[in-house]
Every structure is written in C-alpha cells, then in structure tokens.
T-cell receptor, first 111, second 110 residues
Framework: DAGITQSPRYKITETGRQVTLMCHQT?????MFWYRQDLGHGLRLIYY???????DKGEVPDGYVVSRSKTENFPLTLESATRSQTSVYFC??????????FGPGTRLTVL | GQNIDQPTEMTATEGAIVQINCTYQ??????LFWYQQHAGEAPTFLSY????GLEEKGRFSSFLSRSKGYSYLLLKELQMKDSASYLC???????????FGAGTTVTVRA
C-alpha cells in the first residue's frame, strides 16, 4: 500500500533491551523524521534525515540511533531502553520540506 | 532555537467560531504550520504560512504576522468532528526541522 507505515504499532519491552522501530514510505520522499510525543511536551524531534546516508540530531537524540541506507526506510533504535523512553513515536516524511506526512505511530511501553 | 506558545485548552459550541493563537520566538524563521491531531491518531497537515497575511481554506483560516511572531488558526462553523488537538509548528531557517508547540485541545459541545 502507498503511504507511510510504522511497525510495530504497539510494543512492550523491558529496561535495558534493544528495540527497533521501523518506518517505511513509498513516496520516495527525501526527508524523513522521528518524533516522540508525550503529554505536556507535544511533538519533539529525535532525529531527521535529508536523504539516504544523511542523518542529523534533533532536540532529544540521547539514547537513540538511526540509519538510512535506503530512501524509503528510516529505522529508529533504542540501544538500551529506559522507562523515560515510554512514549508514542511518530515517523514523518516530506518531499519538499514543507508538508510532513505522519505515520500512524508506535506506542512503546518500557517496563 | 524556537519557543512556541499556544493555549492548552479551548471549548466552543457547535456552529461557533474559535481562534487559536500561537506566538513564537525563533532564531531563524522559515514558515509556520498548523496540524490537526485527533485523539489516538497521527497529526495531519492543515495549513502553511510563510508570508504575512491570511490563508483561507474552507472553514479553516490561518494568519501570520512575522514582525509580531504571531499566528492564529481560525475554525469557523464548528462541527463535532473538529474536536481535536491543534498543533502550531515553526520551521527553522537553516534546515527543514519543525519545532512544535504543545498543542491546543479544542472541545466542541453541542
């Protein structure tokens, strides 16, 4: 299906485990973004990418790693999950740098 | 960096008009965006302003004053389905990052 998808949609993990959240878009958009959304904070940018093999830190990058070997994929890895990383994670893409299209989100709980 | 402020909550009656204000302080401005987010769903794009003035799109309008660091989103003829969170976001001059405000939750009552 065309669009932007995220997997898994829901994930429960334990402190210290490594977790990878997947993001896939079919539009060949150059720009891709990872946000986390927490009550009272709104959306905060974790990492972003302007093209394949180009990534940069956002506002809250600590504890996260990204890669972008292919234009359509932008996985986000939590190297050693902590309770403070319990959140809803949104991936987004943009072709022009203007409108961003958001995926459905992944709800992550770290116990 | 960006500092973006918007009210936390607003309540209005079906059929009425609501104006959501957004003020921002930025080191470099390259556009202001409004997104709508229903509970449990992803944000969806509503409007984009880069020049001063009013942009109208159906029942929704967005206004920008760059000199005042101010924008508003105007929702007319409110419907129950407009109950949602409305996010103001500012794009940085250097790159394509967006900084979001915390969002305004609008509740439409019958």
């Amino acid at each position: 299906d065309a669009g932007i998808t995220q997997s898994p949609r829901y994930k429960i993990t334990e402190t210290g485990r490594q977790v990878t959240l997947m993001c896939h878009q079919t539009w060949s958009h150059s720009y891709m973004f990872w946000y986390r959304q927490d009550l009272g904070h709104g959306l905060r940018l974790i990492y972003y990418s302007a093209a394949a093999d180009i990534t940069d830190k956002g506002e809250v990058p600590d504890g996260y790693v990204v890669s972008r070997s292919k234009t359509e994929n932008f996985p986000l890895t939590l190297e050693s999950a902590t309770r403070s990383q319990t959140s809803v994670y949104f991936c987004a893409s943009s072709g022009t740098g203007n409108e961003q299209f958001f995926g459905p989100g992944t709800r992550l709980t770290v116990l | 960096g960006q500092n973006i402020d918007q009210p936390t909550e607003m309540t209005a009656t079906e059929g009425a008009i609501v104006q959501i204000n957004c003020t921002y302080q930025t080191s470099g401005f390259n556009g202001l965006f409004w997104y709508q987010q229903h509970a449990g769903e992803a944000p969806t794009f509503l409007s984009y302003n880069v020049l001063d003035g009013l942009e109208e799109k159906g029942r929704f309008s967005s206004f920008l004053s760059r000199s005042k660091g101010y924008s508003y989103l105007l929702l007319k003829e409110l419907q129950m389905k407009d109950s949602a969170s409305y996010l103001c976001a500012v794009r940085d001059l250097k790159d394509y990052k967006l900084s979001f405000g915390a969002g305004t939750t609008v509740t439409v009552r019958a």
